[in-house]
C-alpha cells in the first residue's frame, strides 16, 4: 500500500513557475513508476507526465514538453514538479500517482494509488 501526499500548488501569473511535490509512505518507493495527471473543471484528467522507478525515464505530454520536468528523490521517497512558463491553460487540480511497475504509463487506469490532488491555478 502507497499513499501519497501532494503540495505546492497555489496561484501564479502567466509565465510563472511552480513545483509540486508529491511524498509517498513506504520503503520500497523505487519500485513504484509515478505519473502527474491534471483535471480541469467539466474535463476529463489527462496525463502531464511520468517517470520510471529509478527515474531514468520519463514521458511527457506534447502540451507540457519543454516547460515541465519530472523527477525523483527516491532517498525522500519523493517525486517533484517543475513547472515553468505556465499558461492560463494548466490551471487544474494536478495529481501524482504511483503503479506497481517500474516502468510508467501515460494511462489514468494503469495507476494503482491516487493522491488527493493540489490546486493549480494560472492567471492571465
Known amino acids: 500500500q502507497v499513499q501519497l501526499v501532494e503540495s505546492g500548488g497555489g496561484l501564479v501569473q502567466a509565465g510563472g513557475s511552480l513545483r509540486l511535490s508529491c511524498a509517498a509512505s513506504g520503503r520500497t518507493f523505487s519500485r513504484y513508476a509515478v505519473g502527474w495527471f491534471r483535471q480541469a473543471p467539466g474535463k476529463e484528467r489527462e496525463f502531464v507526465a511520468t517517470i520510471s522507478g529509478s527515474g531514468g525515464s520519463t514521458s511527457y505530454a506534447d502540451s507540457v514538453k519543454g516547460r515541465f520536468t519530472i523527477s525523483r528523490d527516491n532517498a525522500k521517497n519523493t517525486v517533484y514538479l517543475q513547472m515553468n512558463s505556465l499558461k492560463p491553460e494548466d490551471t487544474a487540480v494536478h495529481y501524482c500517482?504511483?503503479?506497481?511497475?517500474?516502468?510508467?504509463?501515460?494511462?489514468?487506469?494503469?495507476?494503482?494509488?491516487w493522491g488527493q490532488g493540489t490546486q493549480v491555478t494560472v492567471s492571465s
Open positions: 500517482a504511483a503503479r506497481n511497475s517500474l516502468n510508467g504509463s501515460l494511462k489514468v487506469g494503469a495507476y494503482d494509488y
